[in-house]
C-alpha cells in the first residue's frame, strides 16, 4: 500500500468503487471516465508504478481477469492497454490493465 496512491484507496475501500471482480491479489473496477460502455481497471492489489516494480505472482491474474470480464460483457471486440510512464500516458502510478470494450456495429446503429 502506498498513502497518496488513489488506487492503493480504492482497494483498501477509502475511495468507492464500481467493483467487477476481487480476490487476494487483484481487482478490477469500472474507469470513472470511461472511453467506451464497460471500460474497466484490473489491478495487482501489490503497490508499483510500472509493470517492472510488481513480483510476478501478482500479475498472473490480471489477464485472465480481463478476459473474462470481455466475456462477462457479451464483447467480441476490445482492446487491453497498459501505460508505464508519462511518456506512454501513463497518470496513475499503479499498475493497471484497461480493458476498453468496442461496442458493436449494430449497436452504433441502433
Ligand atoms: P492511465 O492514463 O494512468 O493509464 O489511466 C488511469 C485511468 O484511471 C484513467 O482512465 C482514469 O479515468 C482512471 N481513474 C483515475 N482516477 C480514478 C478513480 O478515482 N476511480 C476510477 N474508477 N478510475 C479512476
Ligand atoms: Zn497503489
Do not use: W
Not at 13 to 22: A, N, R, T, V, Y
Not at 40 to 59: C, M, N, Q, R, S
Request: charged fraction near 20%.
Amino acid at each position: 500500500m502506498a498513502v497518496n496512491c488513489i488506487f492503493c484507496k480504492i482497494i483498501k475501500g477509502d475511495i468507492p468503487s464500481m467493483k467487477l471482480f476481487e480476490s487476494e491479489k487483484t481487482l478490477a473496477f469500472l474507469d470513472i471516465n470511461p472511453l467506451s460502455y464497460g471500460h474497466a481497471l484490473i489491478i495487482p492489489k501489490h503497490h508499483g508504478a510500472k509493470l517492472t516494480d510488481i513480483p510476478a505472482e501478482h500479475l498472473t491474474e490480471l489477464l485472465p481477469v480481463a478476459s473474462r470480464i470481455a466475456s462477462a460483457l457479451g464483447s467480441e471486440n476490445y482492446n487491453i492497454l497498459q501505460n508505464n510512464g508519462r511518456l506512454a500516458h501513463q497518470e496513475v502510478d499503479h499498475v493497471h490493465f484497461h480493458l476498453i470494450p468496442k461496442p458493436n456495429e449494430q449497436e452504433g446503429l441502433g
